[in-house]
């Protein structure tokens, strides 16, 4: 007993106290599944900073993260708005008020992202600028970066659930084979998900470099 509490037997028992708070009380597929969930996690953060990279080619997820001030709350473009691609190397905002083409042009203008949008009626056009060659050399660097940061992260996931497998090795309530096998489930998780970030910085060195 531990704690006036009888201990559970098999993989079905609690952590000990050691194991991070995040990662306590869990049996050897809540480890995995929770592994597996924080890696995927990093993916979609990295597809969501690839997003925000421009490139020379139009693309609407370039507007997801620009907010405008919908009365008085700051609210992402595609949600007041329909945003669509023009041609290859433009994005159209309709703004679902008309009021708003004006508030959504200065958004736009002012991300930081650097496009000079311009309203024609109703409709707000955004041109995507050619990117110099210098330019698509930085883009790079930053996208080799982003997706090392990711791979580090889940390098992290992966390193505390081997530590809480081993915390629940050390306190007996799974044996050394079922340690040794969810180790390696972990690891082929991590694998797989390493895989996935290289496959993604592949893609979006590709489409940096589209002229």
């Known amino acids: 007993m531990r704690n006036g509490a009888p201990a559970r037997s098999g993989s079905q028992c609690a952590f000990a106290v050691g194991a991070a708070p995040e990662w306590r009380n869990m049996t050897i597929a809540d480890t995995r599944k929770s592994a597996e969930q924080k890696m995927q996690k990093s993916i979609d953060a990295l597809k969501a900073d690839f997003g925000k990279i421009r490139t020379g080619r139009a693309h609407t997820g370039i507007l997801d993260h620009v907010t405008v001030d919908y009365y008085g709350t700051p609210t992402p473009i595609p949600q007041v708005a329909n945003v669509t691609l023009l041609d290859g190397r433009t994005i159209g905002v309709t703004p679902w008020e008309k009021k708003m083409a004006g508030a959504i042009e200065k958004a736009i203008r002012e991300a930081n992202l650097g496009l000079n949008p311009s309203s024609q009626g109703d409709l707000v056009r955004v041109p995507m600028p050619a990117l110099t060659e210098e330019r698509r050399r930085e883009l ?18 992966r390193r505390d659930a081997i530590h809480a497998l081993k915390e629940l090795l050390r306190e007996k309530t799974i044996s050394e084979d079922e340690e040794r096998r969810a180790q390696e489930e972990i690891q082929k998780l991590t694998d797989k998900f390493i895989a996935d970030v290289d496959k993604a910085i592949v893609a979006k060195e590709a489409d940096v470099m589209v002229v």
């Open 140 to 157: 790079i660097k930053v996208v080799k970066h982003e997706g090392e940061n990711a791979k580090v992260a889940i390098r992290n996931v």
